[in-house]
């Protein structure tokens, strides 16, 4: 099977059309329309066989995973969801691994209303990197940048299950009960982008991040943009039943500190703002937990446990 008619097959037919696309597959670029007064949110995410999944893995969730991290990034800067592009390589024109992939594509296009609107297929090691776009009204997207010393800090869902769940898959750890071992890989292969709650955030939330490497890794980001400090409350940390069920607490303190590909949001509030963010939270139904309040000692994290100060030395997943 040849690059031409890969794309054909796999990729040109896929089911969502939307209205704002002028021209998508086909042509050297597409063309789309971007409402008026709205920015144009642009973000990328490369998943590579080996490290962000493991190269025997089923192909409509290395899909479906690689479009639900690209839709957490536009989650996190408040956004709106519009179009994806996907940038394959692949080692050989595997025709079953392709149709499952493709699937996993489509089955996201069509549930969250987006379109594939072009990408590139070449031969080498597997690769998948998705481009993901979408709106905000500018001056609502929400930054890393714009968090204030005595903004509470939130994070929605619960944490550590993701990491849980590759633990899991690496042998280091076992979970015997079959429904909490079912429901932490499920939270590993198919995270759930926070994107109603991304939107709601608007004009809310001060600043905002969603949770990739692990919380102790990621909030420093806003600490970092914002000049802040924080204190973050260790026995607040929201823990699946899964979770707490499976695992020594101490080591689900863990997890839900430290481990990767939660895909949560994170985000600050002011005081005057927190009856705005429970009407506002309580409409898109997603859990989420107060975790401790930022202060103005610049890049400062501060862990507590019941209050006292502790030192966990955690720094979420690198690359280098
Ligand atoms: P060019 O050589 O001009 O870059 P390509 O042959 O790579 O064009 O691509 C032809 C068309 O197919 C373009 O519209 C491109 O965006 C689209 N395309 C290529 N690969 C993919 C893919 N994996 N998924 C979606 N669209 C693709
Ligand atoms: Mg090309």
Known sequence: MKEFSIIETYFKQQSHQRKDVLLGIGDDAALTLVPAGQALVTTTDTLLAGVHFLPDAEPSMIARKAVAVNLSDLAAMGAEPAWISLSISLPEADEAWLAAFAAGIAEMTQFYSIQLIGGDTVQGPLAVTITAQGFVPPEQALLRSKAKPGDFVYVTGTLGDAGLGLDILLNKTTVKDLEHRQFVLNRLHNPTPRLLVGTSLRRIANAC??????????????????????????????????????????????????????????????????????????????????????????????LRMNNYVVDYQTTGYQHF
């Open 209 to 302: 991040i969603d949770l990739s490497d692990g919380l102790s890794s990621d909030i420093r980001h806003i600490l970092q943009a914002s000049k802040c400090g924080a204190t973050i409350h260790l026995d607040k940390l929201p823990l699946s039943r899964a979770m707490l069920e499976s695992i020594e607490p101490q080591n689900a303190v863990k997890y839900a500190l430290s481990a990767g590909d939660d895909y949560e949001l994170l985000f600050t509030v002011s005081e005057e703002q927190k009856g705005k963010l429970e009407i506002a939270m309580a409409n898109t139904s997603v859990s989420f937990t107060c975790i401790g309040q930022l202060n103005g000692m610049s890049n400062k994290l501060e």
